[in-house]
């Protein structure tokens, strides 16, 4: 098996992660997980590792994964579906952000005290 090195900024900036294309074996480290949601943290102002993160979602959508090796918690076979998944969290996050700070201008963490 030849694995191929994939640059998957988000988690945090030099995440990575590898692929088998012939195996179709994904080992996605902190990128993809089953059945929680990768943090992404704010390290600086330079950044945007959330918009990072979504790209780098978009990147390996683009494999044909047919199983998915994390770092954390159980192995997986439904990669698209779960990168679907997650980036339907973060706009659904985003749209409740947005509704809140409608309301008047808040810091972080009195958007995060409203937030579900």
Request: with cysteine; proline share 3%.
């Amino acid at each position: 098996m030849v694995f191929k090195c994939v640059e998957t900024p988000g988690h945090t900036k030099g995440h990575m992660c590898l692929y088998e294309a012939n195996k179709k074996i994904f080992i996605a480290g902190d990128h993809i997980l089953n059945d929680i949601t990768p943090t992404i943290q704010l390290w600086s102002d330079d950044r945007n590792p959330l918009r990072e993160y979504l790209a780098s979602l978009d990147k390996v959508n683009q494999f044909d994964i047919e199983l998915v090796l994390p770092g954390h918690r159980s192995i997986f076979r439904h990669c698209k579906e779960r990168i679907q998944e997650l980036k339907d969290h973060h706009e659904k996050r985003l749209d409740e952000i947005i509704s809140i700070l409608r309301n008047g201008r808040k810091n972080a963490f009195q958007v995060a005290s409203q937030m579900t």
